[in-house]
């Protein structure tokens, strides 16, 4: 339980620690980090399966609030990712990062976003699920605006951030409305109320269909996309994460945490898979047109997380699931060996890259070696991956099947495109030959042995790691089909690619081109939206100001009336009654005879008046 | 011959209507007093004269009468008493000179 408790707080405490000691370290509070995911890491295996904690946060009539840590096989199996990922990337940014002044500041930032990612994985409660979700954005925020004096950071930062808000709205709704159904934010408690029926229909569906816009904005699918591309301004580092294990692999992950849910709203799951085809297609075509490196690494993110949707929408969570895996493996490879060309160089641009691999041998073999396997040449992960995807789209038809070839084909253009402009060739830059840092090659060097064989090992021996059931094999014609599409891809991309040459002609950039253009639009109205919301804040503030005011009037003038009415009258009530008590003073002079006539007088009028009144 | 009740109820009319009379018009305390014993006693010889004409047979009236005379008795040794204190604090017996003990 304690070390179920330690993995996500263990990465936060050494944010915090970097941020208040980092200074006087020497790895500027890098080590910090490292060594805190890498507990967590241990923390994760020691971890017995199935352990789980939970604390009631509140409870309100029906309605109990949870807060806890599970761990299930399919949440250890993605936290066992994220942090392995992690504690390469982090150890690369050591490197990256080397004698820069405001190391400290990333390195919280970093342990920040690892270990909202892994509260984010492990909790068992929709409420927690959903504040790691934030934070995790934050995260993301806060480290693509890392170089804020950069041109185009804070924008793009802005941009990730407020696109991606746009689609936790929908994931904040949906587990207000799974609260609502089930009075309970346990994941569990929701997978078994869907399962056995005790919520409508309708219910699961707008559940279902709500969260997965949380889900397509953190995974940047259509129409979401468009943040991804442009958060290639943050650190190489972050862009690893980001684009491998923690930011964008939440989307999928929820989608497959809510198995149960989505599997249950047949709209959903087809919304799912459309989403995920169109995005993969789109973003891929718009990869093989790209002019920047990481950009078109982005551009591939989008798509292969389009292919995991799409695998996601035909019920292969098993599949979907090995491939998040496989491809944080191989994609943060190719960001961490793209990384250190852009430190060579000085430059990203694809037309201005080209021989590193003589310069950089080992950066180019780990680029190599992902690239392949991110084409899914045998026997490198990615072909393992891919192939689970293959088996199950085939079985839904000869139109998904194709879906998937034809991802694997345009994959294996934009990597060998890519890989192409930027290794092979000849040197075009005029950089010098700086020198790699050792933290750098052994960080891209863990993640590219991971890419090259964690899909054998998890096809293979520690195929018990997987969450979900197994599923039956591919089928031998569509396995070739795709290794062959694969080998075309990455033939066609090669032939291409020299000289960062668009692979596939022009077209696709103007797609990129319309989609920012249709995504900068709504932008815009909201923009000035707020801008129009500005007179109107301004006129209910005169207004409150205005009410304000005749209240402060109305006690001024009761205060008045109080000081010139009721004190005035009361004043001259008391006058008058000493005035009386005066004048009656005057009878009692002290003049015996008086009181005497007076008493006389009084009784003979009293005997008179009774006389007058008994008188028969 | 017997003397009618209207004849004691003239004598004590006439005794109260002097009594009112010392009271109100005499300056001497001493005279005032005197006359505050004249109406006592106008009312005691009123109710004699009412007993023993109405009902000679109950001796309430006399217990009555006896009271009034004790009352006079009383009330005349103390406003004595006050009129001497008055007397040796001021050295006069004139009422007029009294009024500053109002309220």
């Given at each position: 339980?304690?070390?179920?408790?330690?993995?996500?707080?263990?990465?936060?405490?050494?944010?915090v620690?970097?941020?208040?000691?980092?200074?006087?370290?020497?790895?500027?509070?890098?080590?910090?980090?490292?060594?805190?995911v890498?507990?967590?890491?241990v923390?994760?295996?020691?971890?017995?399966?199935?352990a789980?904690?939970?604390?009631?946060?509140?409870?309100?009539?029906?309605?109990?609030?949870?807060?806890?840590?599970a761990?299930?096989?399919?949440?250890?199996?993605?936290a066992?990712?994220?942090?392995?990922?992690?504690?390469?990337?982090?150890?690369?940014?050591?490197?990256?990062?080397?004698g820069?002044?405001?190391?400290?500041?990333?390195?919280?930032?970093?342990?920040?976003?690892?270990?909202?990612?892994?509260?984010?994985?492990?909790?068992?409660?929709?409420?927690?699920?959903?504040?790691?979700?934030?934070?995790?954005?934050?995260?993301?925020?806060l480290?693509?605006?890392?170089?804020?004096?950069?041109?185009?950071?804070?924008?793009?930062?802005?941009?990730?951030?407020?696109?991606?808000?746009?689609?936790?709205?929908?994931?904040?709704?949906?587990?207000?409305?799974?609260?609502?159904?089930?009075?309970?934010?346990?994941?569990?408690?929701?997978?078994?109320?869907?399962?056995?029926?005790?919520?409508?229909p309708?219910?699961?569906?707008?559940?279902?269909?709500?969260?997965l816009?949380?889900?397509?904005?953190k995974s940047?699918?259509?129409?979401?996309?468009?943040?991804?591309?442009?958060?290639?301004?943050?650190?190489?580092?972050?862009?690893?994460?980001?684009?491998?294990?923690?930011?964008?692999?939440?989307?999928v992950?929820?989608?497959?945490?809510?198995?149960?849910?989505?599997?249950?709203?047949p709209?959903?799951?087809?919304?799912?898979?459309?989403?995920?085809?169109?995005?993969?297609?789109?973003?891929a075509?718009?990869?093989?047109?790209?002019?920047?490196?990481?950009?078109?690494?982005?551009?591939?993110?989008?798509?292969?997380l389009?292919?995991?949707?799409?695998?996601?929408?035909?019920?292969?969570?098993?599949?979907?699931?090995?491939?998040?895996?496989?491809?944080?493996?191989?994609?943060?490879?190719?960001?961490?060996?793209?990384?250190?060309?852009?430190?060579?160089?000085?430059?990203?641009?694809?037309d201005?890259?080209?021989?590193?691999?003589?310069?950089?041998?080992?950066?180019?073999?780990?680029?190599?070696?992902?690239?392949?396997?991110?084409?899914?040449?045998?026997?490198?992960?990615?072909?393992?991956?891919?192939?689970?995807?293959?088996?199950?789209?085939?079985?839904?038809?000869?139109?998904?099947?194709?879906?998937?070839?034809l991802?694997?084909?345009?994959?294996?253009?934009?990597?060998?495109?890519?890989?192409?402009?930027?290794?092979?060739?000849?040197?075009?830059?005029?950089a010098?030959?700086?020198?790699?840092?050792?933290?750098?090659?052994?960080?891209?060097?863990?993640?590219?042995?991971?890419?090259?064989?964690?899909?054998?090992?998890?096809?293979?021996?520690?195929?018990?790691?997987?969450?979900?059931?197994?599923?039956?094999?591919?089928?031998?014609s569509?396995?070739?089909?795709?290794?062959?599409?694969?080998?075309?891809?990455?033939?066609?991309?090669?032939?291409?690619?020299?000289?960062?040459?668009?692979?596939?002609?022009?077209?696709?950039?103007?797609?990129?081109?319309?989609?920012?253009?249709?995504?900068?639009a709504?932008?815009?109205?909201t923009?000035?939206?707020?801008?129009?919301?500005?007179?109107?804040?301004?006129?209910?503030?005169?207004?409150?100001?205005?009410?304000?005011g005749?209240?402060?009037?109305?006690?001024?003038?009761?205060?008045?009336i109080?000081?010139?009415?009721?004190?005035?009258?009361?004043?001259?009530?008391?006058?008058?009654?000493?005035?009386?008590?005066?004048?009656?003073?005057?009878?009692?002079?002290?003049?015996?005879?008086?009181?005497?006539?007076?008493?006389?007088?009084?009784?003979?009028?009293?005997?008179?008046?009774?006389?007058?009144l008994?008188?028969? | 011959?017997?003397?009618?009740?209207?004849?004691?109820?003239?004598?004590?009319?006439?005794?109260?209507?002097?009594?009112?009379?010392?009271?109100?018009?005499?300056?001497?305390?001493?005279?005032?007093l005197?006359?505050?014993?004249?109406?006592?006693?106008?009312?005691?010889l009123?109710v004699?004269a009412?007993?023993?004409?109405?009902?000679?047979?109950?001796?309430?009236?006399?217990?009555?009468a006896?009271?009034?005379?004790?009352?006079?008795?009383?009330?005349?040794?103390?406003?004595l008493?006050?009129?001497?204190?008055?007397?040796?604090?001021?050295?006069?017996?004139?009422?007029?000179?009294?009024?500053?003990?109002?309220?």
């Amino acid at each position: 339980m304690t070390a179920l408790l330690a993995i996500p707080l263990l990465p936060l405490l050494a944010a915090v620690t970097a941020l208040a000691a980092g200074r006087r370290l020497p790895w500027g509070g890098g080590e910090l980090v490292v060594a805190g995911v890498a507990l967590s890491l241990v923390a994760l295996a020691l971890v017995p399966a199935g352990a789980t904690m939970t604390v009631t946060w509140f409870e309100s009539g029906d309605y109990r609030l949870t807060v806890g840590l599970a761990a299930t096989p399919l949440t250890r199996f993605v936290a066992m990712v994220v942090a392995g990922v992690a504690v390469c990337v982090a150890t690369y940014g050591v490197g990256y990062m080397g004698g820069r002044p405001d190391r400290p500041r990333f390195f919280a930032e970093l342990g920040l976003f690892v270990g909202a990612m892994l509260a984010l994985i492990l909790a068992n409660s929709l409420a927690l699920l959903f504040a790691a979700w934030e934070m995790v954005g934050l995260a993301s925020f806060l480290l693509i605006g890392f170089e804020h004096a950069a041109p185009g950071a804070a924008g793009a930062a802005s941009k990730a951030f407020l696109m991606t808000r746009a689609g936790d709205v929908g994931l904040l709704l949906g587990w207000l409305l799974a609260l609502a159904a089930t009075g309970t934010t346990d994941v569990d408690a929701l997978a078994g109320a869907v399962e056995a029926g005790r919520v409508a229909p309708g219910a699961v569906t707008a559940m279902a269909l709500l969260m997965l816009a949380g889900a397509l904005g953190k995974s940047a699918q259509l129409p979401f996309s468009a943040w991804l591309p442009d958060a290639m301004v943050g650190p190489t580092p972050v862009s690893a994460l980001l684009h491998s294990a923690t930011m964008v692999a939440a989307g999928v992950f929820l989608v497959l945490r809510l198995d149960a849910v989505f599997a249950a709203a047949p709209l959903a799951m087809a919304a799912l898979f459309w989403v995920g085809a169109v995005t993969a297609v789109f973003a891929a075509l718009v990869a093989t047109a790209e002019a920047d490196l990481k950009r078109v690494l982005a551009w591939s993110t989008c798509s292969q997380l389009g292919e995991m949707m799409v695998a996601l929408g035909l019920g292969g969570a098993r599949a979907a699931a090995f491939h998040l895996a496989v491809h944080a493996a191989f994609k943060s490879t190719l960001f961490l060996a793209a990384g250190i060309v852009q430190e060579r160089a000085g430059t990203r641009a694809l037309d201005r890259l080209g021989g590193f691999l003589r310069a950089l041998p080992l950066a180019g073999a780990a680029f190599l070696v992902a690239a392949l396997a991110l084409a899914g040449v045998p026997p490198l992960s990615g072909f393992w991956s891919e192939e689970g995807i293959l088996a199950v789209a085939s079985q839904h038809g000869p139109g998904a099947g194709a879906l998937v070839v034809l991802l694997v084909l345009l994959g294996g253009t934009y990597i060998g495109r890519a890989g192409t402009a930027a290794f092979l060739g000849r040197r075009r830059d005029r950089a010098g030959t700086g020198k790699t840092a050792w933290t750098m090659r052994a960080g891209t060097l863990a993640l590219a042995l991971a890419a090259a064989v964690l899909g054998w090992l998890l096809a293979g021996s520690l195929g018990a790691l997987l969450p979900f059931e197994a599923d039956p094999g591919a089928e031998v014609s569509l396995r070739n089909l795709g290794i062959a599409a694969g080998l075309l891809g990455l033939g066609i991309g090669v032939a291409r690619g020299r000289g960062g040459s668009p692979a596939l002609g022009p077209w696709p950039a103007r797609l990129a081109a319309g989609l920012s253009a249709a995504t900068a639009a709504p932008a815009r109205w909201t923009t000035q939206l707020a801008r129009r919301l500005g007179p109107l804040e301004d006129a209910l503030d005169a207004a409150a100001r205005r009410v304000a005011g005749w209240t402060w009037g109305a006690g001024e003038a009761a205060g008045r009336i109080e000081v010139r009415g009721f004190a005035r009258l009361g004043d001259g009530l008391a006058a008058w009654l000493a005035a009386g008590g005066e004048r009656l003073r005057a009878l009692q002079a002290g003049r015996l005879y008086l009181y005497t006539l007076g008493l006389f007088a009084w009784a003979t009028a009293a005997l008179a008046a009774g006389a007058l009144l008994l008188w028969p | 011959m017997t003397v009618p009740l209207t004849a004691y109820l003239v004598v004590a009319a006439l005794l109260f209507a002097i009594g009112v009379y010392t009271v109100v018009a005499q300056r001497s305390a001493v005279m005032v007093l005197m006359g505050v014993e004249v109406l006592l006693n106008a009312i005691g010889l009123n109710v004699v004269a009412f007993w023993r004409f109405t009902a000679p047979t109950d001796y309430s009236a006399q217990v009555l009468a006896i009271l009034v005379v004790t009352v006079g008795a009383i009330e005349m040794a103390i406003g004595l008493a006050l009129v001497l204190l008055l007397y040796r604090q001021r050295r006069t017996v004139e009422v007029d000179a009294y009024t500053d003990l109002n309220g």
